[in-house]
């Protein structure tokens, strides 16, 4: 998968083969040997996210993961192929026997591909599946325990037979994680399947040697019942993984299969796949239909429920002129839309692509796990032989120590700490999104668990963005229609909400059309209309033009408790502007932003109203949601710099707007979140968006970004808690081996069904 810009572009590589952040470590140390590439490798989604050179080619990226034992394939959009089979994976020159594609070395189970389609890898490339080996392993271990351990059961030559059975457990059932091992030693790699094969072999054969020998301590169980618990452990944590993307699966499978045509009058016509629609196509969504793709309803009316879009679960209605998202229902009613969008440039597939982007990026603290990992198998394969060595020269046996050894190889295998923060980012970013919360990457989602302040922009925001025209003061001798006729003309040009109530207002009169058209962001617009230079402001633009305002415009303009836009021209080219009538435009609060704020309150957070709307407007509007503190008439520039204020003061910043005009506050806030149905350039400009339009998604970012660093933390307090504590015990002989698989197994399995925990976030 590729995104382009002018001198880099972006790549996504599924990483087929790891099993733990050494693994991921040494994938990230080759693809930063690319020149120019800047690599994030990430174990829970077995990807890596390159940002390179537009001239580097992908075979090169390829290339540099076949050189660290590894297999890769460049992935494609993930909503443009929401039903690909694994032969997407193959590419030239790579065998698919050689590698695991799913329990990776160790896991050659069900693989959930980005796309969350699962695959049985017996369907690919021949292999057996996990569960297969699982069971095997399983039937074969239970004789082998019972014999070893109940010494009624333990026959004449009963050690031959425990042979018989563990050699099939541990070389046939335990494969995977020996042919991962082979793979990176070929690189000059070792990684936790190494820590497995020397474990496990080690106890398969001295047990063998003792027993050609005629000696009578074996330790068979301990081969077969630990490559047994590794194997269950690899099986549920990919089961797990697979729930922990069904987020992400489930928005792209909310796409409609095939898409019903309308003829020239609204009638049924053809019925195609989806895929042949084309921007402009009319097609028909009858009662209970999903919508195949971004469109403007053209005739009917209906409900539409888009609750897996934005978490809201109240359906929508539209009407001829709305606009409506491909992946919603049409509850009731038959609806005639043209298609405006198609593909990957559908709204359902933008938040698809950003919930993908968000889980195969990488936060500060996981890789710092990954370079403590990157050192920690040798430092353990070090620690398994000076433990060897102290118990011989404490005077125990070979045997003592050998056992004490080998348990210190298999407690200490690192996959916990691989997955301890990935995983949860992968569930808490795809539960944001079943939630409307489009969480941009990891990075985010540390810095709104950290933030202390929220800015909020008024319109769009706190305020429903629906403005409407609630009064027209004319000035002395002014014309309404003549007022309205220009000012319409004038805002016609302008994407502002207040622009858009006007045109709206001035619908039924003829405007003419402006030159030398130019808007002022926060200010106000002007040009030239019927060759008189005119404008539409505040009155601080009026001002600042030399337009003469009489004191009642004036007055409207500082005392009116709404937004006031004044308009003028002048009479002749070549004279000042005067101002001819102040237009009040008015919006109505969110039913819910009162609760949204104090819930924000709730969560320590304090809160700042930062609008360009007069002093009166901004005051009124935060006096109805609870806000304290306000700063009005701030223009972009202003925003930014009051957002750098409270910055330089120590505080961590948050800052929620829908406006270009807030795009620059956006940018420079710790943490951006823009409201979904604002401009494109505030939702470019964020770290979060927010689908649906709601200010107590804003609260919900942030009490999720939360938890999810709360279970990152507690996953890796275990993970780095259980090797600290467990490597020494090990070492003083008091776990044996089959405990040590058996933890070492339900570490990462805790890790995993810890974040998902999250999936219950509400």
């Known amino acids: 998968m590729t995104s382009t810009t002018e001198d880099h572009r972006d790549v996504v590589l599924d990483i087929h083969g790891m099993t733990c952040a050494s693994c991921v470590a040494r994938v990230e140390k080759r693809l930063l040997l690319v020149p120019g590439a800047d690599a994030s490798v990430n174990l829970a989604t077995e990807s890596a996210k390159v940002r390179v050179p537009a001239g580097i080619p992908d075979i090169a990226l390829v290339e540099a993961v076949k050189s660290a034992g590894y297999d890769a394939s460049v992935r494609r959009p993930a909503a443009a192929a929401p039903h690909r089979d694994h032969a997407d994976h193959d590419h030239a020159g790579h065998d698919h026997a050689g590698h695991d594609h799913a329990g990776h070395a160790g896991g050659d189970d069900d693989h959930a591909d980005h796309s969350g389609h699962v695959h049985d890898i017996e369907d690919v490339a021949g292999e057996t599946p996990l569960r297969t080996r699982l069971i095997v392993a399983a039937v074969l271990s239970v004789p082998i325990l019972a014999i070893s351990m109940i010494m009624p059961l333990q026959f004449p030559g009963w050690q031959w037979v425990t042979l018989a059975l563990s050699v099939p457990v541990v070389l046939w059932a335990g494969w995977p994680f020996h042919r991962a091992t082979l793979r990176n030693a070929r690189h000059g790699a070792m990684t936790m399947d190494t820590l497995i094969t020397l474990g496990t072999l080690a106890a398969l054969l001295w047990s063998t040697w003792v027993t050609v020998s005629g000696g009578m301590h074996v330790y068979f169980e301990v081969a077969a019942v630990v490559t047994t618990f590794?194997?269950?452990?690899?099986?549920?944590?990919?089961?797990?993984?697979?729930?922990?993307?069904?987020?992400?699966?489930?928005?792209?499978?909310?796409?409609?299969?095939?898409?019903?045509?309308?003829?020239?009058?609204?009638?049924?016509?053809?019925?195609?796949?989806?895929?042949?629609?084309?921007?402009?196509?009319?097609?028909?969504?009858?009662?209970?239909?999903?919508?195949?793709?971004?469109?403007?309803?053209?005739?009917?009316?209906?409900?539409?429920?888009?609750s897996m879009l934005t978490g809201e679960s109240v359906p929508v209605a539209v009407a001829p002129g709305s606009s409506i998202t491909g992946g919603t229902i049409a509850v009731d009613g038959r609806l005639v839309v043209r298609a405006t969008a198609v593909g990957a440039e559908t709204r359902l597939a933008r938040i698809a692509q950003l919930v993908e982007d968000a889980q195969t990026g990488k936060s500060q603290i996981q890789r710092?796990?990954?370079?403590?990992?990157?050192?920690?198998?040798?430092?353990?394969?070090?620690?398994?032989?000076?433990?060897?060595?102290?118990?011989?020269?404490?005077?125990?046996?070979?045997?003592?120590?050998?056992?004490?050894?080998?348990?210190?190889?298999?407690?200490?295998?690192?996959?916990?700490?691989?997955?301890?923060?990935?995983?949860?980012?992968?569930?808490?970013?795809?539960?944001?999104?079943?939630?409307?919360?489009?969480?941009?990457?990891?990075?985010?989602?540390?810095?709104?668990?950290?933030?202390?302040?929220?800015?909020?922009?008024?319109?769009?925001?706190?305020?429903?963005?629906?403005?409407?025209?609630?009064?027209?003061?004319?000035?002395?001798?002014?014309?309404?229609?003549?007022?309205?006729?220009?000012?319409?003309?004038?805002?016609?040009?302008?994407?502002?909400?207040?622009?858009?109530?006007?045109?709206?207002?001035?619908?039924?009169?003829?405007?003419?059309?402006?030159?030398?058209?130019?808007?002022?962001?926060?200010?106000?617009?002007?040009?030239?209309?019927?060759?008189?230079?005119?404008?539409?402001?505040?009155?601080?633009?009026?001002?600042?033009?030399?337009?003469?305002?009489?004191?009642?415009?004036?007055?409207?303009?500082?005392?009116?408790?709404?937004?006031?836009?004044?308009?003028?021209?002048?009479?002749?080219?070549?004279?000042?502007?005067?101002?001819?009538?102040?237009?009040?435009?008015?919006d109505t609060v969110r039913d819910d932003s009162r609760a949204a704020i104090a819930e924000l309150r709730a969560l320590g957070l304090d809160v700042v109203l930062l609008t360009g709307d007069g002093e009166a407007v901004a005051r009124e509007v935060a006096a109805s949601v609870g806000i304290d503190t306000v700063i009005a008439g701030a223009t972009p520039e202003s925003k930014l710099a009051e957002v750098h204020r409270l910055q330089q003061s120590g505080r961590r910043v948050a800052m929620v707007g829908d406006g270009v005009n807030d795009a620059a506050a956006l940018a420079t806030a710790d943490l951006g979140i823009a409201m979904g149905g604002g401009a494109d350039a505030a939702m470019h400009a964020s770290d979060l968006t927010l689908v649906r339009e709601s200010l107590t998604a804003a609260a919900d970012a942030v009490r999720l970004s939360r938890r999810v660093l709360g279970v990152i933390r507690g996953n890796l307090f275990w993970a780095f808690g259980y090797n600290v504590a467990a490597i020494p015990l090990a070492a003083l002989g008091l776990l044996t081996p089959m405990i040590a698989g058996a933890a070492m197994a339900f570490s990462s399995v805790f890790v995993v069904l810890n974040s998902l925990r999250l999936r219950s976030f509400r």
């Open 230 to 306: 590794l194997l269950l452990g690899r099986f549920i944590e990919q089961r797990s993984k697979r729930k922990a993307g069904a987020a992400l699966r489930s928005l792209i499978d909310l796409g409609a299969k095939q898409v019903t045509l309308a003829d020239a009058d609204g009638r049924d016509g053809d019925t195609v796949p989806v895929e042949r629609l084309h921007p402009g196509d009319r097609f028909v969504v009858r009662p209970g239909e999903t919508v195949a793709t971004d469109g403007v309803v053209e005739q009917g009316e209906a409900d539409v429920d888009a």
């Open 368 to 586: 710092l796990a990954d370079r403590i990992s990157g050192v920690f198998v040798p430092v353990v394969i070090g620690l398994a032989i000076l433990t060897f060595v102290g118990w011989l020269l404490a005077g125990q046996s070979v045997e003592q120590g050998f056992i004490a050894a080998v348990a210190v190889l298999i407690i200490a295998c690192p996959c916990a700490l691989g997955l301890a923060t990935p995983v949860a980012i992968l569930v808490g970013t795809g539960r944001g999104a079943q939630r409307g919360i489009l969480i941009t990457g990891p990075a985010a989602i540390e810095t709104a668990g950290r933030i202390d302040t929220v800015v909020l922009d008024k319109t769009g925001t706190v305020t429903s963005g629906r403005m409407s025209v609630q009064d027209v003061v004319l000035g002395r001798g002014a014309d309404r229609d003549e007022v309205l006729r220009i000012a319409g003309a004038l805002e016609a040009g302008s994407e502002h909400p207040v622009a858009r109530a006007i045109v709206a207002f001035a619908g039924g009169i003829d405007t003419p059309s402006v030159t030398g058209f130019k808007s002022f962001a926060g200010h106000g617009v002007a040009g030239t209309v019927d060759g008189r230079e005119a404008f539409a402001g505040n009155l601080a633009f009026a001002l600042g033009r030399k337009a003469r305002v009489d004191d009642d415009l004036q007055a409207v303009a500082r005392d009116a408790a709404s937004t006031v836009v004044l308009v003028g021209w002048a009479s002749a080219a070549g004279m000042s502007a005067t101002a001819r009538a102040a237009i009040l435009v008015g």
